[in-house]
């Protein structure tokens, strides 16, 4: 497994973790909501990219 992506996600979450808090104390709780399922949704992309690459490699070793 590759360390990239564990920072990459962890950068996501902390951006998001960051602009959530901001957002909800300036009472733009809806702002705050789609900041925090637009960063869910880039998580979703970047592991399925990776799943992705994993099944490839699987289809490869058993010569699927």
């Known amino acids: 497994m590759n360390v990239d992506l564990i920072f990459k996600i962890a950068a996501v979450g902390i951006l998001v973790a960051v602009l959530d808090m901001l957002l909800s104390r300036a ?5 705050a909501l789609l ?3 637009a960063g869910l949704i880039v998580v979703l992309m970047i592991i399925l990219k990776e799943i992705s690459v994993m099944f490839d490699l699987i289809k490869d070793l058993f010569g699927f």
Request: proline residues 0%; charged residues 25%; neutral net charge.
């Open 35 to 37: 900041t925090t399922i």
């Open 27 to 31: 009472g733009k709780q809806e702002q």
